[in-house]
């Protein structure tokens, strides 16, 4: 990718790059990235849940232990596409839904944002 197209993807995701990389720095014990199915992620032991913040993926540890990790990692890089598409607007559109399905059980019409998540992660319904 040529360095003016990459300089404008991350500036149409900055919110959500500037808080990867803070949680990044922020996160103790990170593990090293990784690279799975073609995505770039890291590990953390102890960190929450599973977070996409642009092209930053960070996964728990107990969950990367876990048989349904590669779906995970789909989903979460599905994520990611999402940030592709809604840029500056991703954090209230996208994360704060997200967030809020985790960590409440809130389910919103339509599945949203998870379901597409899922499709653009291609994660494969059972």
Known sequence: MNRVKLFFLV???LPQYLLGVFLLLSTKNIGQR????????WYAPGFPGNISLGHIIILSWQDM?????IRL???????????????PLYLLV????SILTARLGIRWPGGWPEDQADRLGGVKRL
Do not use: N
């Open 11 to 13: 500036l149409w995701q």
């Open 94 to 97: 996208v994360g704060l839904p």
């Open 65 to 69: 232990r876990s048989p349904q990790w």
């Open 34 to 41: 990784q690279t799975g199915h073609s995505i770039d992620y």
């Open 73 to 87: 990692l789909k989903h979460e890089h599905g994520h990611s596409r999402q940030s592709l598409i809604f840029g």
